[in-house]
């Protein structure tokens, strides 16, 4: 960050928001990233422990996605109406519940006292809570800040919050290895425990050093936290107290209406989001288990733990490269960024699906996640540009319920056809991502067109 920088503002224009609440804001979702991500790297283990198949472990994932889709949205507007503090603290229960509870089943079912089938349904409803109610933080916090954050800064202010979400992801598979002890038969369950304590933590701190807020205006922050987010445009539809022109530009007319996911300005975008974000569950779903497979870890659920969580390290590594290097170093365009992605996703599965060992495994996903955080930024700016200021609040919902709805099966969809064939699997996803390349070569607007001002 620049030092050079003004304050970022806190209750009004001109007032700053000090560093310990602007660190506050970014462990609150730090907190959330790393726990699903470490989640995700013990689970395929815990799958193979429970001796359940992979489709169902992923298909487990499913309801907590929809319910994300469905919830974040309300929680939003909710926040309008009783304060930031409110719905971010909500969303933190709801993440140390679920992953309290998830954590106790799961021990449960490894320790023989309830079968596999019923421990995996416990599990769907537990982590429920966490699509339900833990969907309350991420957009409580993208609008404090951008509340409460001239134009001029927001920009630098949401990109930092965002990112907590990706370093989260570095974070969570790196300390999942670490958390996994035998200290009371906690085992493979210990990742789960130990995040509901540090959110706790997290919680308390947010209750007394987070002052409260009543809100006087509207303002809402994209939806950060599925398991695809580490994308960093920032939200520009936001009021102040001020009069700011740009802010207060009328929709083009006959745009009044709610948009919808293939409204026209909207198609080209939606339908590229949607087919690479398939694409992207797939193989976030696929992974784990081809690290077990492909190494020989099946029976060594503790090793193929720390073995996918490395995997893990090098794909969100890839991601973030991506994000703060790669597209602001070259200046890369939305249609730019969404092109090149998928092609450089594609070549990293094709790697991926062809690997035999951690050096291989690590690259592939490596280089497909570097493809993936090229595509998200692009088609989320694209769907932004495509529409005006006064729509942006509008844009930004659809872009949270189209990464949604590409989590809610398509996990289970891989997991399914890797279990026929391994190239059914990844031959899909290649597929998947060549299709967007080529209707997003004839389809989408030129980067010249869509960033003119």
Same mark, same amino acid.
């Given at each position: 960050?620049?030092?050079?920088?003004?304050?970022? #503002? *806190?209750t009004?224009e001109?007032?700053?928001?000090?560093?310990?609440?602007m660190?506050?804001?970014?462990t609150?979702?730090?907190?959330?990233?790393?726990?699903?991500t470490?989640? @995700?790297?013990v689970?395929?283990?815990?799958?193979?422990?429970?001796?359940?198949?992979?489709?169902?472990?992923?298909?487990?994932?499913?309801?907590?996605?929809?319910l994300?889709?469905?919830?974040?949205?309300?929680?939003?507007?909710?926040? *309008?109406?009783?304060? =930031?503090?409110?719905?971010?603290?909500?969303?933190?229960?709801?993440?140390? !519940?679920?992953?309290?509870?998830?954590?106790?089943?799961?021990?449960?079912?490894?320790?023989?006292?309830?079968?596999?089938?019923?421990?995996?349904?416990?599990?769907?409803?537990?982590?429920?809570?966490?699509?339900?109610?833990?969907?309350?933080?991420?957009?409580?916090?993208q609008?404090?800040?951008?509340?409460?954050?001239?134009?001029?800064? =927001?920009? @630098?202010?949401? #990109?930092?919050?965002?990112?907590s !979400?990706?370093?989260?992801t570095?974070?969570?598979?790196?300390?999942?290895?670490?958390?996994?002890?035998?200290?009371?038969?906690?085992?493979?369950?210990?990742?789960?425990?130990?995040?509901a304590?540090i959110?706790?933590?997290?919680?308390v701190?947010?209750?007394?050093?987070? %002052?409260?807020?009543? %809100?006087?205006?509207?303002?809402?922050?994209?939806?950060?936290?599925?398991?695809?987010?580490?994308?960093?445009?920032? *939200?520009?539809?936001?009021?102040?107290?001020?009069?700011?022109?740009?802010?207060?530009?009328?929709?083009?007319?006959?745009?009044?209406?709610?948009?919808?996911?293939?409204?026209?300005r909207?198609?080209?975008?939606?339908?590229?989001?949607?087919?690479?974000?398939?694409? @992207?569950?797939?193989?976030?779903?696929?992974?784990?288990?081809?690290?077990?497979?492909?190494?020989?870890?099946?029976?060594?659920?503790?090793?193929g733990?720390?073995?996918?969580?490395?995997?893990?390290?090098?794909?969100?590594?890839?991601?973030?490269?991506?994000?703060?290097?790669?597209?602001?170093?070259?200046?890369?365009? %939305?249609?730019?960024?969404?092109?090149?992605?998928?092609?450089?996703?594609?070549?990293?599965t094709?790697?991926?699906?062809?690997?035999?060992s951690?050096?291989?495994? #690590?690259?592939?996903?490596?280089?497909?996640?570097?493809?993936?955080?090229?595509f998200?930024?692009?088609?989320?700016?694209?769907?932004?540009?495509?529409? #005006? =200021?006064?729509? @942006?609040?509008?844009?930004?919902?659809?872009?949270?319920?189209?990464?949604?709805?590409?989590?809610?099966?398509?996990?289970?969809?891989?997991?399914?056809?890797?279990?026929?064939? *391994?190239?059914?699997?990844?031959?899909?996803?290649?597929?998947?991502?060549?299709?967007?390349?080529?209707?997003?070569?004839?389809?989408?607007?030129?980067?010249?067109?869509?960033?003119?001002?």
């Amino acid at each position: 960050m620049n030092n050079a920088a003004p304050p970022l #503002s *806190d209750t009004r224009e001109g007032s700053a928001i000090s560093t310990g609440r602007m660190g506050l804001l970014f462990t609150v979702m730090l907190v959330t990233a790393a726990g699903n991500t470490a989640m @995700q790297s013990v689970m395929p283990s815990i799958g193979t422990a429970l001796e359940v198949d992979d489709f169902w472990i992923s298909l487990a994932y499913s309801w907590s996605a929809l319910l994300w889709v469905v919830c974040a949205p309300i929680w939003a507007r909710r926040s *309008d109406r009783r304060g =930031r503090k409110a719905m971010m603290a909500l969303g933190l229960t709801g993440f140390i !519940f679920s992953m309290g509870l998830c954590g106790l089943v799961l021990w449960a079912g490894l320790a023989g006292w309830i079968t596999a089938f019923w421990t995996l349904i416990a599990f769907a409803a537990a982590r429920s809570l966490y699509g339900g109610f833990g969907s309350a933080a991420p957009p409580a916090v993208q609008a404090y800040v951008a509340s409460r954050t001239p134009r001029a800064e =927001r920009t @630098q202010a949401l #990109s930092l919050i965002a990112s907590s !979400f990706g370093l989260g992801t570095v974070i969570g598979p790196v300390l999942a290895p670490l958390m996994v002890v035998s200290f009371l038969g906690v085992g493979l369950t210990g990742p789960f425990i130990s995040f509901a304590l540090i959110g706790v933590i997290a919680l308390v701190l947010l209750r007394f050093r987070l %002052p409260n807020d009543e %809100p006087q205006f509207a303002a809402r922050g994209k939806t950060y936290g599925m398991p695809d987010a580490g994308q960093t445009q920032p *939200d520009d539809n936001h009021r102040h107290t001020d009069h700011e022109d740009d802010d207060a530009l009328p929709a083009p007319p006959g745009s009044e209406t709610r948009l919808r996911w293939f409204e026209p300005r909207l198609r080209p975008w939606v339908i590229a989001a949607l087919l690479g974000g398939h694409a @992207q569950a797939m193989i976030m779903g696929i992974t784990g288990f081809l690290v077990l497979d492909r190494l020989g870890l099946r029976d060594s659920p503790e090793e193929g733990a720390a073995l996918v969580s490395l995997v893990l390290v090098f794909g969100a590594l890839a991601t973030l490269l991506a994000q703060w290097g790669v597209i602001p170093r070259f200046k890369i365009g %939305p249609r730019a960024a969404t092109l090149s992605g998928m092609l450089v996703a594609a070549f990293g599965t094709a790697i991926l699906g062809a690997a035999d060992s951690v050096f291989a495994l #690590s690259t592939g996903y490596a280089i497909a996640s570097l493809g993936f955080g090229l595509f998200r930024p692009g088609t989320t700016a694209g769907t932004s540009l495509a529409v #005006s =200021r006064a729509e @942006q609040g509008q844009a930004s919902g659809v872009v949270a319920s189209v990464a949604g709805a590409s989590f809610i099966y398509a996990p289970a969809l891989g997991v399914g056809l890797y279990g026929i064939s *391994d190239w059914l699997g990844f031959g899909l996803v290649i597929a998947l991502c060549l299709l967007v390349f080529i209707l997003g070569w004839r389809s989408l607007t030129s980067d010249e067109i869509l960033t003119a001002d």
